[in-house]
């Protein structure tokens, strides 16, 4: 029902930043939920961040926050993960999700996936 390709992902080093993008398109007119996810090697995929239809409200786990930022924009289908002072335990896969009916908290929530973009920080 929504395609969604992630972009921004690299190589940096500890403390460094990165803005991960999501591109969202479909054939409704519905608006989405969205959120992050993430998936070390070995690792089962964890929430990282989630944002409401309005962009008012967001959700993030302990770990990230005040550190990571998500954002949306609305008119251009797309959502945004800033992520500041990066640390080598934030190395994953990172793939955005999506809902039309609920915050994306947990995997269980998540109608729809990105391919997800590698994020790797050095020590």
């Known amino acids: 029902q929504v395609q969604l390709v992630e972009s921004g992902g690299g190589l940096v080093q500890a403390g460094g930043s990165l803005r991960l993008s999501c591109a969202a398109s479909?054939?409704?007119?519905?608006?989405?939920?969205m959120g992050w996810f993430r998936q070390a090697p070995g690792k089962e995929r964890e929430f990282v961040a989630a944002i409401n239809l309005s962009g008012v409200n967001t959700v993030y786990v302990d770990p990230v926050k005040g550190r990571f930022t998500i954002s949306r924009d609305n008119a251009k289908n797309a959502v945004y993960l800033q992520m500041n002072s990066l640390k080598p335990e934030d190395t994953a896969v990172y793939y955005c999700?999506?809902?039309?009916?609920?915050?994306?908290?947990?995997?269980?929530?998540?109608?729809?996936w990105g391919q997800g973009t590698q994020v790797t920080v050095s020590s």
């Open positions: 999700a999506a809902s039309r009916y609920r915050m994306v908290i947990a995997v269980m929530f998540v109608d729809d």
């Open positions: 479909g054939r409704t007119s519905s608006s989405y939920n």
